[in-house]
């Protein structure tokens, strides 16, 4: 086969199944796409596809592996990476990730990240790389939290909290909440933002609100309002779903983006703001522990960062 093929799904392939949509754009028998996707060679917006017949979506990202590759390297054991762990069993590990570390290998970091960290601390978790199709850049890895934000996440130690962890996620029985503050005054006391959220077409790299995204809820309650030196709130979000940059793309389409973030801020800044990161952190989580059924949760205050910044405003 000749090179791989990354494309942006078109207006004209909107609905089409992904298998006939390889086979067009790469020219190949459908006998063929088949394999690659048996092979999770298949990926849209950086997740492979296990269905051949799901449906594409206009503006996301399709990325084929045409070429044979050589197996790739697993992460490293790395003890020199930092973080907290708050809660581990046989079954889970519990972290408190501090800002600016990635959760996981992938382009642009290779390493040094919390996955390498936790190898380090817990071998075991090698042991789950690539199960049930998951990328192999992410044992034990069920969700994720952005670079610049901190705050706890949990790894999975064995095969079944990681799909006792999977399915309590894709059940939304898994409650996280958040810690943020917005630009603006927030008018109502607590809220709901039910918009789908999907690749951005003018920005690729970026997410944003679209029709033809994946289903996304946010809610949110007011913690605190501030005036000086603009209006801003202080609120405790709670994500429904999980998709990527969820709770700064909701927040900003209801015209409060998250403080210090440039991404999606829309150069719009706190005078005096010396973050240099989004004011985001996930505050608590909770889950049932996978063998015992028991729920547990654990709650994280807030870094010096984010409190400085509070007691600024205050």
């Given at each position: 086969?000749?090179?791989?093929?990354?494309v942006e799904v078109p207006t004209s392939l909107?609905?089409?199944?992904?298998?006939?949509?390889?086979?067009?754009?790469?020219?190949?028998?459908?006998?063929?796409?088949?394999?690659?996707?048996?092979?999770?060679?298949?990926?849209?917006?950086?997740?492979?596809?296990?269905?051949?017949?799901?449906?594409?979506?206009?503006?996301?990202?399709?990325?084929?592996?045409?070429?044979?590759?050589?197996?790739?390297?697993?992460?490293?054991?790395?003890?020199?990476?930092?973080?907290?762990?708050?809660?581990?069993?046989?079954?889970?590990?519990?972290?408190?990730?501090?800002?600016?570390?990635?959760?996981?290998?992938?382009?642009?970091?290779?390493?040094?990240?919390?996955?390498n960290g936790v190898l380090a601390r817990y071998?075991?978790?090698?042991?789950?790389?690539?199960?049930?199709?998951?990328?192999?850049?992410?044992?034990?890895?069920?969700?994720?939290?952005?670079?610049?934000?901190?705050?706890?996440?949990?790894?999975?130690?064995?095969?079944?909290?990681?799909?006792?962890?999977?399915?309590?996620?894709?059940?939304?029985?898994?409650?996280?909440?958040?810690?943020?503050?917005?630009?603006?005054?927030?008018?109502?006391?607590?809220?709901?933002?039910?918009?789908?959220?999907?690749?951005?077409?003018?920005?690729?790299?970026?997410?944003?609100?679209?029709?033809?995204?994946?289903?996304?809820?946010?809610?949110?309650?007011v913690v605190q309002r501030f005036s000086e030196?603009?209006?801003?709130?202080?609120?405790?979000?709670?994500?429904?779903?999980?998709?990527?940059?969820?709770?700064?793309?909701?927040?900003?389409?209801?015209?409060?983006?998250?403080?210090?973030?440039?991404?999606?801020?829309?150069?719009?800044?706190?005078?005096?703001?010396?973050?240099?990161?989004?004011?985001?952190?996930?505050?608590?989580?909770?889950?049932?522990?996978?063998?015992?059924?028991?729920?547990?949760?654990?709650?994280?205050?807030?870094?010096?960062?984010?409190?400085?910044?509070?007691?600024?405003?205050?």
């Amino acid at each position: 086969m000749t090179d791989d093929l990354s494309v942006e799904v078109p207006t004209s392939l909107d609905g089409v199944r992904v298998d006939r949509a390889v086979a067009l754009l790469a020219d190949i028998s459908r006998a063929a796409v088949d394999d690659l996707v048996a092979g999770g060679r298949v990926q849209v917006d950086g997740e492979v596809v296990r269905v051949r017949s799901r449906s594409l979506s206009e503006g996301e990202q399709l990325t084929v592996q045409l070429r044979d590759q050589p197996p790739p390297e697993a992460p490293r054991p790395d003890p020199t990476v930092p973080f907290e762990v708050v809660y581990a069993d046989d079954d889970v590990v519990v972290v408190d990730k501090p800002a600016g570390l990635v959760v996981h290998p992938g382009a642009g970091h290779p390493d040094g990240t919390l996955v390498n960290g936790v190898l380090a601390r817990y071998p075991e978790v090698a042991e789950l790389a690539g199960l049930d199709g998951a990328d192999l850049n992410r044992p034990g890895i069920v969700h994720r939290l952005d670079r610049g934000t901190s705050g706890l996440l949990v790894v999975a130690r064995s095969p079944r909290a990681y799909r006792s962890l999977v399915d309590q996620l894709g059940s939304r029985t898994v409650a996280r909440t958040y810690r943020t503050l917005v630009l603006g005054s927030v008018e109502q006391n607590q809220g709901l933002v039910d918009a789908p959220i999907g690749r951005s077409l003018s920005a690729p790299t970026r997410m944003a609100v679209s029709r033809k995204g994946k289903e996304a809820r946010t809610r949110y309650r007011v913690v605190q309002r501030f005036s000086e030196p603009v209006d801003s709130t202080l609120l405790e979000a709670t994500l429904e779903t999980g998709r990527t940059h969820q709770i700064r793309v909701h927040l900003t389409a209801i015209g409060h983006p998250v403080v210090g973030d440039d991404v999606y801020g829309r150069g719009r800044r706190l005078p005096g703001l010396t973050l240099n990161r989004p004011f985001l952190h996930a505050e608590s989580l909770a889950f049932d522990q996978p063998g015992t059924g028991v729920r547990l949760s654990w709650t994280s205050t807030l870094p010096a960062d984010l409190e400085a910044e509070l007691d600024r405003l205050r």
